[in-house]
C-alpha cells in the first residue's frame, strides 16, 4: 500500500458521509475539513478511477449509479476495519452474559467452530446458547435474548438484522456406509434401497424433500437436534440431508442428487444494543460462522 492508495481510501470515506448527509459541507464539517480539501480527494479519485462518483446541484451532492457502486464494494474494507478493532478489543476486559439463540433449523450448520479461540481471548464472556425448536411458532421473540439466529425475523421493533446468509443444502453419508452399501443411482434408487436420515424440519426448506420421505421404503430415523444428525451421518446410519459446509468435515457430498433448498438463516439483534463491546464481539464471532455456511 502506499500514499496514493491511502488518499482512495480516504477519499471513500467522505463519499460515504457525503451520501450519508446528501452535501458535501456537512461531510466537510464531520470530517474537521475544509470543502476545498474535501473536494480535492474527490476529484482526484474520479481521476484515479477514470469515472464520475458525484453529481453536484442546487440542492445537494449525490452518488452517481457508479459511485454508488463503489461505496458498495468498498463495504469489504469496513469489515477488515471491523476485524481489526475486535483483535484490538481482545485485550480489554470486555465481560458480561450474551444470550443467543439459534433456531434449530440453523443448528445443523453452526456447530461451534473456534470457540476455544473465541473463549481464550474474551474469557470473561459467558455465552448462554439457546437451540430453539419453532415447531407450533413462527417466531422466537427477541425480547428473550440478546442475538437470534434464525429463518424468520421477528416482529420486535427495534430487531435489526446484520447479515443474512442463504445456505447451500446437499446429500451426504459416511465414507463407511457409501462403502457397504454403495452410491444412490438417483433419486428412484435412493428411496428404494437407501436409508435416509431426516432432520425435523427440513421439508418445510427443501423442494420436494417431503414427499422423498413419503416414498422412502427405509426411513427410521429423524431427529430435531443438529448434533444427533451429524453423529448418526458419520457413524453410517445413512443418508441425510446437511449443509454444503460438511463437505470438510470428511462427509461425502453426494452432489448427484438434486436438493433445493430455501433456508435463508439472519443473525439478528436488538437496535439499541448492537454496539456494546460484549454483544458485539458475539455478533462477529457469529457472523464469520454463517459466512462459512
Not at 427443501?206 to 430415523?221: A, M, R
Not at 451429524?230 to 448427484?256: A, S, T
Request: hydrophobic share 35%; aromatic share 10%; charged share 25%.
Amino acid at each position: 500500500m502506499n500514499i496514493k492508495d491511502i488518499n482512495i481510501l480516504q477519499a471513500i470515506c467522505y463519499l460515504k458521509i457525503i451520501e450519508k448527509y446528501a452535501g458535501k459541507k456537512q461531510a466537510a464539517q464531520k470530517f474537521g475539513v475544509s470543502l476545498d480539501t474535501l473536494n480535492k480527494y474527490i476529484d482526484n479519485l474520479e481521476q484515479e478511477l477514470g469515472y464520475k462518483v458525484l453529481s453536484s446541484n442546487v440542492r445537494g451532492s449525490y452518488l452517481t449509479p457508479r459511485g454508488k457502486e463503489l461505496l458498495k464494494k468498498s463495504e469489504i474494507i469496513e469489515g477488515v476495519l471491523d476485524n481489526i478493532k475486535s483483535n484490538i478489543e481482545d485485550k480489554k476486559e470486555i465481560s458480561g452474559e450474551v444470550r443467543i439463540s439459534i433456531s434449530s433449523i440453523a443448528a445443523s450448520g453452526i456447530f461451534s467452530k473456534d470457540l476455544q479461540y473465541f473463549c481464550e481471548h474474551y474469557p470473561q464472556i459467558k455465552l448462554l446458547q439457546y437451540i430453539n425448536s419453532e415447531e407450533g411458532r413462527k417466531t422466537v421473540p427477541l425480547s428473550d435474548f440478546d442475538i437470534m439466529i434464525s429463518p424468520h425475523i421477528p416482529a420486535d421493533s427495534d430487531s435489526v438484522v446484520i447479515l443474512s446468509k442463504k445456505v447451500e443444502l446437499g446429500f451426504f453419508a459416511s465414507p463407511q456406509y457409501i462403502s457397504k452399501y454403495g452410491y444412490p443411482r438417483d433419486m428412484e434408487d435412493l428411496t428404494a434401497n437407501h436409508r435416509l436420515i431426516n432432520k425435523i424440519g427440513y421439508e418445510k426448506y427443501i423442494e420436494g424433500w417431503e414427499d422423498v420421505l413419503k416414498k422412502s421404503k427405509s426411513n427410521n430415523f429423524a431427529t430435531n437436534v443438529s448434533y444427533y444428525m451429524y453423529e448418526v451421518l458419520k457413524n453410517g446410519l445413512g443418508i441425510g440431508i446437511m449443509p454444503l459446509r460438511f463437505k470438510q468435515e470428511g462427509m461425502l457430498y453426494l452432489d448427484h442428487l438434486p436438493c433445493r433448498s430455501n433456508i435463508s438463516l439472519h443473525l439478528i439483534t436488538h437496535q439499541g444494543s448492537k454496539d456494546i463491546a460484549k454483544n458485539r464481539v458475539v455478533l462477529n464471532y457469529y457472523k464469520d460462522l454463517l459466512q462459512e455456511l
